[in-house]
């Protein structure tokens, strides 16, 4: 038997408590605070009596400015050997530390000082309103991120009263106005490349001898720990959409597919994070003047920034988008990009009537999405023709998005009869149109319809969570319209704009058209899907890149007759939807695209044409329930349909 050696009374202690120091140590959680100077005027100058020899041979009476800071107890941190020349300007300077989460409040101290040859006869700026004092110094609240101090409560800008007489004749203490950022934790928590500082306590600006909250974020509800996008959005005169139409985008964003960040908000004067996106528009000047239409009261894309250099405060340019509402729009009722961000839009007023909200809430959320840095096709270049060359395919069935042609109307929730307006929510899988099976749904678990063309380039649809009959066709005398070999088909040839429409004039012959409106059938296409939410470019003064797709200006959108075809689809869905009970009335022509069983009694009107699409299953318990056929209407099972 092996025999245990015991250790040592003295070593077994000091490894127990070494083991015991491991396993309770606590994680001790850190704050890093950043101090950013972010816009600096001069007030007085300091070097009006002396030769800037830093600059030689000039005789500069400007300073030479350099940011001082000190976070808690340690020692200062400067960054004189960066300081800037300019008597008005936006260093953007960060002086950072990270600190222990629990330690309650700390000082911090804000200096600016005037570098001269000699380091020790630097100037220091006055930055505070009280006498003699020239720096700032705050109590920062870790917990809260929040502070009191020389600024007040979390105010972020400051101005010096001029302190000069305590210096001497010729420099130090001359008064400056300093505008400022405090962190405690990431620059962009909720990454909507807004910075946190500013969406809590605005953006700044020094006009007329005074601060001025020029983009007072926190006032238009911006939220560091939601994702927020903004939209100035103006209008000519009776153009403006009504409230409840942008009111329903504004709903589709709060119920996107976002999560929150993974971490809580670090800012407890802040609700929780919340999942989805907030969209925020300020509609502003509704009663612009037709100033810069052209003779026939059209608005061209380029209208935008006339109207927006007048009527559009530049400091928000970094931070919103711009939308103008036109009653014509040429050459078509949306377009989208121009701008300094290339992200600003145009659109057209929809004609008075039934469908107006939905279509001026369609168009909204089309172009905006386009600013946002959507296709038709999701983003351009994923698709690929059959020779594998890049592509962007318009009315792809596996991309459910207002984007898409096909649903430029709404998608339709074949559970409730809902018409969505919404982006893609996942990326369905890949299609390719030379090889399709019709055995395998697209996405089991979805409600929603999808739209096609068949073989024949008729216009098909069905429920995404089912088999789909592709190629439009039956393969055998029992009408199993499903086939079990692959089918070959040109999916997304419906013949609109985009998807294979050729133009035609009363004669029947194609017309000559511009290159981009002509689009001829594609087939042997390799269509992907796309998340359109989960790959949003937000527009903010810390995105890299302007956020609109770059070709987004070129394209073609659909007339409002077009559109309204695509909603006289999305209504003929709707008429074919079963009520919850009682007795079921077809008062005008369209086609039941999904398995149905009627609540009760079915009445088919005078004049209405009700169509069975091919494979479809009607369920009427005719033992105690009734199918009514009125004179002058027509009831038709297409191939494979069937009536039980």
């Known amino acids: 038997m092996t025999k245990c050696t015991q250790l040592p009374k003295t070593v077994g202690t000091l490894l127990a408590a070494i083991i015991q120091s491991i396993i309770i140590q606590p994680v001790v959680a850190e704050t890093p605070v950043t101090i950013t100077i972010k816009h600096f005027v001069e007030g007085s100058n300091p070097d009006t009596g002396a030769v800037d020899l830093i600059h030689r041979p000039d005789t500069v009476g400007v300073g030479d400015y350099y940011g001082r800071v000190r976070i808690g107890d340690a020692p200062f941190q400067n960054n004189r050997s960066k300081y800037i020349e300019n008597r008005n300007f936006h260093p953007n300077w960060e002086f950072s530390r990270t600190l222990e989460a629990d330690t309650g409040i700390i000082p911090v101290v804000i200096q600016i000082w005037d570098a001269d040859t000699i380091q020790s006869n630097d100037d220091i700026m006055d930055l505070n309103p009280a006498d003699d ?31 000069h007489e305590h210096f001497g004749a010729l420099e130090g203490g001359e008064s400056a106005n300093v505008w400022f950022g405090i962190r405690c934790g990431p620059l962009d928590y909720d990454r909507d490349t807004l910075p946190d500082d500013e969406e809590r ?3 700044f600006a020094f006009e007329d001898g005074e601060w001025k909250n020029t983009v007072n974020l926190q006032g238009l509800g911006a939220d560091p720990c939601r994702k927020t996008i903004l939209v100035e959005l103006d209008a000519i005169s009776s ?22 960040p993974l971490a809580s908000c670090p800012y407890a004067d802040h609700a929780p994070a919340k999942p989805g996106i907030q969209l925020i528009v300020d509609i502003d000047d509704t009663q612009l003047s037709n100033r810069w239409a052209d003779a026939q009261g059209n608005y061209a894309i380029n209208t935008v920034a006339l109207y927006k250099r007048d009527h559009f405060n530049k400091a928000r340019e970094p931070y919103m988008h711009y939308n103008l509402w036109v009653p014509n729009a040429i050459p078509f009722p949306g377009r989208c990009c121009t701008g300094e961000r290339n992200t600003d839009f145009i659109t057209e007023a929809s004609a008075s009537g039934p469908g107006k909200l939905t279509a001026d809430a369609a168009i909204f959320m089309h172009e905006l999405g386009h600013a946002l840095g959507l296709t038709h096709n999701g983003a351009r270049g994923i698709d690929r023709n059959a020779d594998g060359s890049p592509d962007s395919a318009n009315c792809k069935p596996n991309y459910l998005s207002l984007m898409n042609y ?18 893609s929510r996942s990326a369905l899988p890949t299609l390719n149109e030379s090889n ?7 996405d089991p678990t979805s409600h929603l319809e999808t739209k096609w063309g068949d073989v024949d380039g008729d216009r098909q649809r069905g429920p995404v969570a089912q088999r789909l009959n592709w190629s439009g066709d039956t393969n055998s005398a029992d009408a199993n ?11 997304n040839n419906r013949s609109i704009r985009e998807c294979g429409l050729k133009f035609q004039d009363s004669n029947n012959d194609e017309l000559i058209q511009p290159a981009e409106l002509i689009n001829d059938p594609t087939p042997g296409q390799t269509l992907t899907g796309h998340d359109d939410w989960r790959n949003l470019s937000f527009k903010g003064p810390l995105s890299e890149t302007a956020a609109a797709d770059p070709e987004a200006s070129l394209t073609i959108e659909q007339t409002h007759e077009e559109q309204a075809a695509v909603q006289a689809e999305v ?12 007795e079921w009335i077809i008062n005008s022509d369209c086609t039941i695209w999904r398995d149905v069983t009627a609540p009760g009694d079915m009445r088919i009107a005078g004049g209405a044409h009700l169509r069975v699409a091919k494979g479809v299953h009607l369920r009427i318990d005719l033992m105690h329930h009734a199918l009514r056929v009125s004179p002058g209407s027509r009831f038709d099972l297409l191939p494979g349909a069937r009536l039980d």
Do not use: M
């Not at 096909?406 to 982006?423: A, C, I, M, P, Q």
């Not at 399709?436 to 697209?442: A, G, K, T, V």
């Open 481 to 491: 319209i499903f086939q079990t070999n692959p089918v070959s088909v040109d999916l």
């Open 436 to 442: 399709l099976s019709e055995q395998i749904p697209l």
């Open 239 to 260: 153009t403006a959409p009504r409230h409840d139409a942008i009111q329903r985008v504004v709903q589709a964003f709060d119920n996107a597919p976002v999560p929150p």
């Open 406 to 423: 096909s649903f430029s109307s709404g998608l339709v929730d074949l559970t409730t009869g809902e018409v969505l307006l919404d982006y």
């Open 201 to 203: 306590f605005g953006v």
């Open 571 to 582: 209504q003929a869905t709707l008429r074919c939807n079963p009520p919850k009970s009682g």
């Open 133 to 163: 004092v020239q720096e700032l110094v705050l109590n920062l609240d870790l917990a809260r991120c929040s502070w009191s101090g020389d600024t007040g409560s979390n105010r972020t800008v400051a101005s010096g009263d001029g302190d």
